[in-house]
């Protein structure tokens, strides 16, 4: 169960003009419940004005090895979203030394580190869980290589671009790195423009073996990992093997072709507890259970970070929309609770499973 803790920022580091990076410090107490994969995510919480704000960043440090104690620190990326209270609290106010509340990790954009082949294509602040899956994965197995595909405006406003350089000089014949600058022509390399679904349909095959890659991971924008997305699928790759995180989705109007009940009620099983309550009409069942239930797991509450992930037990929703979910998951009868709306009078969630 997803659980909030106190962590003190060890190190704030400007990464461009409009990003940075903070790196938390871990008590020793705590370092197993903050153990995580390549590619997780922490949610970050401060209350301002009376009102709770939570934010979800990805880890971008190395994972812990399994066998090995929990780590010691986590370092995350944050880039400035015009109008964002987080991230604007995050780039001009945060100071060594302060704390923050801060959920364990969780997430299932990740890899299992194994021999093979993998790629990546990523776009602006998408390098960060990125970067944590292929430090770890370089790193604890050599037999694996890696292709990092990675689009930015300007080398000025790439994330990271220092870590990444080290890695490629650690790694020159496992890491192959591709930078695309959609603003800003290059002395060599690919001509600049957008990484579309065209330009990567032709891009793709040049650069390695599409059918030998044994995972591809998008993330970033989500017209970028969609694109991207079109582009595999034309290209014969399963979707078994393409996993994708968006960061953020402009709202939508909600999705309304299953009427609701004009009285619901949820049933939810939360870190070993139940409880059955009414659902008010327009209200997801996450709020639902929020109004009864504070520690109900939440972070962006737009269906794109996964965390108030929840199996469907009994009952019928419907899904505003879902960036979170894998195909799989779906049809194992998982929901996103922030988007599930009751379609039938009783609705039971199991959030422990």
Known sequence: MARFHALPVAAVDRLTDDSVALTFT?????????????????????????????????????????????????????????????STYALKEINIGDELEVMTPAGRFTLD???????????????TPVLSI?????????????????SDRTSASTMFLEEVADLKDRYPQRLHLVTVLSREEQQAGLPSGRLDQERLGGLLPALLPVERVAGWFLCGPFGLVQGAERALRELGV???????????????????????????????????????????????????????????????????????????????????????????????????ACQSHPVTETVELDFDR
Request: glycine fraction near 10%.
């Open 113 to 127: 580190p194994a021999p093979g082949l993998y790629a990546a294509i990523v776009g602006g602040s998408g390098i």
């Open 134 to 150: 292929v430090t770890t994965l370089l790193a604890r197995e050599p037999e694996a290589r890696f292709c990092l595909i990675r």
């Open 26 to 86: 871990v008590p020793e107490d705590l370092r197993e419940e903050y153990r995580h994969a390549p590619g997780q995510h922490l949610a970050l919480r401060r209350t301002a004005d009376g009102t709770e704000i939570r934010r979800t960043y990805s880890i971008c440090s190395p994972a812990p090895s399994p066998d090995g104690e929990g780590p010691r620190t986590l370092r995350v990326g944050v880039r400035l979203v015009d109008g964002g209270a987080f």
């Open 238 to 336: 399963s979707r078994t093997r393409v996993h994708e995180e968006i960061f953020h989705v402009d709202a939508a109007a909600p999705v309304t072709t299953a009427p609701a009940p004009a009285h619901s009620t949820v049933t939810a099983r939360l870190d070993g507890r139940g409880g059955s309550w009414p659902v008010q009409q327009g209200e997801s069942l996450l709020e639902a259970v929020l109004r009864n239930r504070a520690d109900a797991p939440y972070a962006c509450k737009g269906g794109v970070c996964g965390t108030c992930r929840a199996f469907l037990v009994s009952g019928e929703v419907r899904m505003d929309r879902n960036f979170a979910l894998e195909p799989e998951e779906t049809e194992a009868g998982y929901v996103l």
